[in-house]
C-alpha cells in the first residue's frame, strides 16, 4: 500500500493549532488580570495650542500595558486627553 500524502498537512494543522491557542491564551491573560490601574503625574504641561490653559503629562500601568499621555483644557474649557 502507498503511504498517505497527508501527512505534512496533519503536523501543519497540529503546529497551526498550538500557535493560535497560545496567542489566545496571551490575549487571554492581559484580559483577566487583576483590575489594575496606576496613574502618576509626572510633571505639569504648559499651554500650547488646543491647550491653551494647560494641563497635567501623566505616565503609569493600565494592567499589562504602559501608558503614557497628558490631560489639558482649552479656552472654551473642553477637555483633551492624549495617550
Known amino acids: 500500500m502507498a503511504a498517505s500524502n497527508n501527512t505534512p498537512r496533519i503536523v501543519a494543522a497540529i503546529l497551526g493549532l498550538v500557535f493560535f491557542a497560545l496567542i489566545g491564551a496571551f ?3 492581559a484580559m483577566i488580570s487583576r483590575d489594575e490601574v496606576r496613574l502618576n503625574a509626572i510633571g505639569p504641561l504648559g499651554k500650547a495650542p488646543g491647550v491653551e490653559r494647560g494641563g497635567v503629562r501623566f505616565s ?10 497628558s490631560v489639558g483644557t482649552d479656552p472654551q474649557g473642553n477637555a483633551r486627553l492624549e495617550l
Not at 503609569?60 to 499621555?69: K, L, R
Request: proline share 0%; aromatic share 8%; charged share 10%.
Open 27 to 29: 490575549v487571554t491573560m
Open 60 to 69: 503609569g500601568t493600565v494592567h499589562v500595558w504602559e501608558v503614557v499621555g
